[in-house]
């Protein structure tokens, strides 16, 4: 019996070092690795036997894993197209020499027709490499399919390696680990389980495990649910995929299952859950979308995917046309990415209204549980901003409802040429806010913005399709010229006949208010405070003190209702004299709108001894 013994190729002992020592951030990794070789070899002895019938198995093609925890051994077999000599020297004697990727060249080079089919995971020959993370001992026994003769490799991953004679019957190739005392877990049957589901649960070959009786058992699902017509995939298949992939036990809301051709290619299997997750709005929570590279898992921590606003999207991704770095582990930066990213959005977005053409109701309920989230989007995504707000839904002030832009539009009363709407922290303030006094008794609409987003989107989309968002709490609003046949016409007060009062209220309030005026909107309440034109509205401000307790908003206008009987009183009671009273008053009126916006008043002591004054003064 011969045996060659061979020095690693230049520089070939230190990049050895690397890959064993940094390449990877997790040992586990290196079954992945020597499952996709071996689904590799498979998948090159079946296109090569398409030319020559000689080459193909006898059998079905099968990855085998062979595990003895007590010896500390591993072996990971394969019946695929196997290695002679030659091919040991050059595929295993030399790092990032990748015989996949010179196969595959090959293929394209003689544009086969089967390069496309071929399927092929390895890319930059370092894969192999990682075994020696676990592993102070290799062994390959390999036979070449169409030849006779079978060869041992053999390396310590650190002196070089040695090439002799060995015998195996059938064509393929066999690795034997000799795992280190610190990695021998990798030789438990449990852990191999769990990570043949985790990284290769879709290869497409069988990945079987020979337990202490010969019995073998398949540990893989082989068939990847994503690579079939969707049109053989049942409604419960569907279902089931999803509460696996997701981890969820509702019913997927969407169901997105799409493959992309063309100079991008990569498959789709997304859903859209119904119930939201308890950490969906984690600052750090990131996309549940598992990437894999030909039916092989890469990450499920891939963030380029989707945007954020889509982060509650469930499923998966499998694409040939990412690159990788050496390692498999980390993708890199690739206008690819980018491609991907969009046509799923795209399509997300196309999925989104259809189904609020089949079933606005069920989207109205949906919106419900996933609405804070979309409507990131439309701070975040320059981009997609135009396209993100025409599924977004509003709440109606007239129509107690959920609404769209469009609809808003389309029920604009003659005269109107701007979207109005109101910001708050809460919905039950805001439908009996005094601002909206004016625009209901006109039936005009008001758009209630609840959501703490509300206030940043609306300052990056400004109008849309040319009419203007104005706030109905921020600078003068005259609603006068829009025309309603079903409102009561009301006769506005005179601002000329309250001269004296809000000269008195400005002189009271001088230290508290920037301004005092008529209101042209309020017809119930008595005042309501509003931000100057270009200023920040009432709940923005609150954000802001909410993170930063001493910020001090800018004083705000106070508006009163010339047409309120207390108003009148005030008035008729000589406000130029400056009574006590009417200082009272002043001081509640404003006191009121803040309470009415959902601020406490500063001088909380003043405000009861004043409240109780005017009580005892009305029996």
Partial sequence: MTISNHAFEADT???LDIVINSLYSQKEIFLRELISNASDALNKRRVEGSVDGALLAETVGEIVLEAHEKKKILKISDNGIGLDEADMVEALGTIARSGTKAFLDNLQSNDDKDAGEANLIGQFGVGFYSAFMVADKVEVVSKKAGTDSAFKWESDGATG???EPAERDAAGTTITLHLKKADKEYASDVRLRHLVKKYSDHVAHPIKLVDDNGEMTTLNTVEALWTKAPKDISPEDYKSFYNSVGATYDDPFLT????AEG?????NLLFAPSTPPFDLFDPERNSKINLYINRVFITDDCNDLVPKWLRFLRGVVDTPSLDLNVSREMLQQSVSMGKIRKAIVKKVMSEIKKKIKKNSEAYDVFWGNFGKVIKEGLYEDDENREKIVEICRFQSSQKSALISLEAYIEAMPDGQSDIYY??????AKAVVSPHLEGFAAKNIDVLLLTDPIDEFWIGMMPEYKDKKFISISRG??????IKSDDAPKEDSADADDYVELIAMIKADLAELISDARISKTLTSSPSRLVAVENGMDIQMERMMKAQNPNFEGAPKILEINGGHDLIKAMQSAKPQEQTEILKDLSLLLFEQAQILDGKIPHDTQGFARRLTKVMH???
């Fill in 263 to 267: 100079a991008i290619e990569f498959t």
């Fill in 13 to 15: 002992g230190k990049i």
């Fill in 161 to 163: 390696y040695s090439i």
């Fill in 476 to 481: 003068e609003i005259d609603i006068d010229s």
């Fill in 617 to 619: 003064l009305s029996l």
């Fill in 422 to 427: 109101l910001t708050s922290d809460d919905m």
């Fill in 256 to 259: 997105i299952h799409n493959k």
